[in-house]
């Protein structure tokens, strides 16, 4: 019931000069999407993604998803 991905696994991991049209949030669309799977199929998830620190900074950044959907 928990499921992990590689390292930058939505985007790939050689996001280079598009760091600034992949980033997101944690409420941003594709992060929104797997928080909706892991309610749906009620499974936690660890999942990578280039973050939007919104401090004019990007980060490789780590998320725990629970079954419903709130990151922990």
Known sequence: QLVTFPELFLTGYSVGENVSTLAETIDGLYMTKV???????????????????QDGNYYISSALIDPKGEVL
């Open 35 to 53: 928080r909706n799977l892991c309610k749906d199929h009620e499974i936690y998830l660890v999942i990578s993604f280039p973050e939007d620190g």
